[in-house]
């Protein structure tokens, strides 16, 4: 019975860390989506880009 237990603690925190795994893709992928649909529909903003890249160099 404790075998059981043990396997099933173990299979839980597997499955934790590939949710997150998961979930950090999902976030990625759909990020990515975002910029090739924006590029691709000619909204997608270059001066923003640059000044939003400014923004971050002098805030760091």
Same mark, same amino acid.
Request: glycine share 8%; net charge negative; aromatic share 6%.
């Given at each position: 019975?404790s075998?059981? &237990?043990?396997? *099933?603690?173990?299979?839980?925190?597997?499955?934790?860390?590939?949710?997150?795994?998961?979930?950090?893709l999902?976030?990625i992928?759909n990020? &990515?989506a975002v *910029?090739?649909?924006?590029k691709?529909?000619?909204?997608f903003?270059a001066?923003?880009?640059?000044?939003y890249?400014?923004?971050?160099?002098?805030?760091?």
């Amino acid at each position: 019975m404790s075998v059981l &237990l043990e396997g *099933l603690a173990f299979i839980a925190g597997i499955d934790r860390i590939l949710d997150m795994a998961c979930t950090v893709l999902n976030v990625i992928g759909n990020s &990515l989506a975002v *910029l090739v649909i924006s590029k691709w529909e000619g909204q997608f903003g270059a001066e923003k880009q640059k000044d939003y890249q400014i923004e971050i160099k002098q805030a760091a």
